[in-house]
Nanobody, 128 residues
Framework: QVQMVESGGGLVQAGGSLRLSCAASGLTFSTYAMGWFRQAPGKEREFVSAISRTGISTYYEDSVTGRFTISRDNAKNTVTVYLQMNSLKPEDTAVYSC???????????????????WGQGTQVTVSS
């Protein structure tokens, strides 16, 4: 059974930090690139970051570059993807979801339609 479970969300003041985790199991997720997306109320889902299968290559949306860091741990049965978020801003408030794609085309990692599996999401709220 495929499972992708996010954790680590919460309420934080502007300037603070949070670390999101996404535990993926049920498939050989070490062969999948992984991404983080977010969706704020009334807005479309937007790309935040992605990481290649090996973790060597990482990609970021411009507004989070330098503040967020994506990483992954390819353990045998469960792949865990992390999103370290520093210097958080109120505009970072959203539901954050992780996703997995078999695609090898990194220029497409920012498109939600490219992903095959999704987690349920975790709420991040940044107060001013």
């Amino acid at each position: 059974q495929v499972q992708m479970v996010e954790s680590g969300g919460g309420l934080v003041q502007a300037g603070g930090s949070l670390r999101l985790s996404c535990a993926a199991s049920g498939l050989t997720f070490s062969t999948y690139a992984m991404g983080w997306f977010r969706q704020a109320p009334g807005k479309e889902r937007e790309f935040v970051s992605a990481i290649s299968r090996t973790g060597i290559s990482t990609y970021y949306e411009d507004s989070v570059t330098g503040r967020f860091t994506i990483s992954r741990d390819n353990a045998k049965n469960t792949v865990t993807v992390y999103l370290q978020m520093n210097s958080l801003k109120p505009e970072d408030t959203a539901v954050y979801s992780c996703a997995a794609t078999r695609s090898i085309y990194s220029d497409r990692y920012r498109f939600p339609a490219e992903y095959d599996y999704w987690g349920q999401g975790t709420q991040v709220t940044v107060s001013s």
